[in-house]
């Protein structure tokens, strides 16, 4: 049985071309980038050369950027290192109710913990927010706007430039998880007005263990993680030398082939979406589209609707997969109990919806055959 990976926002494969680079930084190469002699000033070289890449490729400054452990420690960098800034001073933030749970959790545990206030945004059945109601959470006490660029689940592209606008000259900085967004979406940095950025290296072919949280000059920031004085003393911790170089070459590899997977992506939804919609018109809701609206081209979320369709939520992923059918599904299992997601949930889905509901989400490596493969699945199951 051949198998078919349609879960590239959970993470992407290693591109083999990525992985043919870091393995010279796992043997050979193995200085410490803070060592003064040779093996560590060719780490630091190498180091310096990403750093520099990866600031050209978003359109930021090399001395913006930090490396992280991956998405979630950028988010609670940027989060915590505001709160812990703010502290005694400012004491709201603003979110949404969709984000990712490294924000989430993370903002949750400031509200307990040291008595932060925070509101959430709601949004509609697509995952878009309100920016009137950005505009009226805002307060005196605001020291932060965290707001993801795309939703993971969803697709949605959310207007940060436009958050930027509404806030700027207040004081109040804004953070943008930018996960999904990195080599799906064009986009700069410096454009789209952010002071805080979050990027992961294991959802663009690179490798797990890898993160960035883009820092605009100026933006007040407390240290998060404690330690040596790495990255300008702004985070400690020696560097993940092999995961960076990993992570540079997949950079290289979107600066050249970032249209084309775009491209792709793009014809890989629209069969999908026409598949789905010539095969299932009365039995499925399309959760990442709408006239007007701005989605990634990678993610496809959909609902059965439980007024024609009955399925079993916890058989549908189960079935895909012993087809060799590899989708995400709107549940997760925290605990070892099934919990519907709180994105789905969000936007308006009932428990049972929420946990049949699967999204699907394309990749540099598909092909049309694994969307015909994924229809003819769903229309077994489903009859
Ligand atoms: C939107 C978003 N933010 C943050 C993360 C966490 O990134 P990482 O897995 O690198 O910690 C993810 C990963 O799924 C994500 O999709």
Redesign the pocket.
């Known amino acids: 049985m051949s198998l078919i990976y349609l879960d590239n ?2 993470t992407t494969p290693i591109d083999p071309r990525v992985k043919e680079a870091m393995l010279p930084w796992i043997g050979e190469n193995y200085g410490n980038p803070s060592s003064v002699h040779e093996a560590g000033r060719k780490a630091k070289v190498m180091l310096e050369d990403t750093r520099d890449e990866f600031a050209a490729f978003i359109g930021s400054r090399s001395s913006e950027i930090y490396f992280t452990s ?3 420690e950028a ?1 609670n960098f940027a989060i915590k290192g505001s709160a812990f800034y703010n502290l005694g001073k400012k004491d709201h933030i603003i979110t949404t109710a969709i984000e ?1 749970s ?1 924000v989430l959790d993370t903002v949750e545990y400031l509200k307990t913990r040291f008595g932060i206030s925070v509101t959430y945004l709601k949004t509609n059945k697509h995952g878009e927010i309100d920016l009137n109601e950005l505009k009226d959470s805002v307060t005196d006490s605001t020291f932060l706007v965290s707001v ?1 660029h795309s939703n ?1 689940e969803l697709g949605v592209i959310n207007d940060i430039s436009s958050i930027a606008g509404l806030i700027k000259d207040t004081g109040i900085m804004l953070h943008s ?1 930018m ?2 967004s990195l080599g799906k979406v064009k986009f700069s940095v410096e454009e789209t007005g952010v002071n805080f950025a ?1 990027f ?1 290296g ?1 959802k663009i072919y690179g490798p797990k263990g890898l ?1 960035v949280l883009y820092i605009k000059k100026d933006s007040p920031i407390d240290k998060f993680m404690h330690g040596g004085k790495q990255e300008r003393d702004r985070r400690g911790g020696t560097e993940n030398i092999p995961a960076i170089a990993g992570f540079k070459k997949a950079i290289e590899l979107l600066n050249a082939e970032m249209d084309s997977d775009i491209e792709k992506a793009y014809e890989l939804r629209h069969k999908l979406l026409a598949e789905l919609n010539s095969q299932f018109s009365d039995k499925i809701i399309v959760n990442s589209a709408k006239e007007g609206g701005t989605f990634l081209q990678n993610i496809v979320s959909i609902s059965f609707d439980p007024k024609t369709t009955k399925i079993d939520p916890d058989t549908l992923l189960i079935k895909l997969d012993m087809k060799g059918i590899m989708v995400s599904s709107g549940s997760a299992c925290t605990s070892g109990s099934v919990q519907p997601s709180h994105v789905l949930k969000a936007i308006g889905y009932d428990d049972i919806t929420a946990r049949t509901s699967i999204r699907i989400s394309l990749g540099r490596f598909n092909t049309e055959s694994d969307i015909d493969s994924l229809i003819k699945g769903l229309k077994e199951i489903i009859s």
Do not use: F
Request: proline letters at 0%; charged letters at 5%.
């Open positions: 926002a959970a991956g998405g979630t988010n990712h490294a993801m993971n998880d996960v999904q979050s992961s294991h993160g």
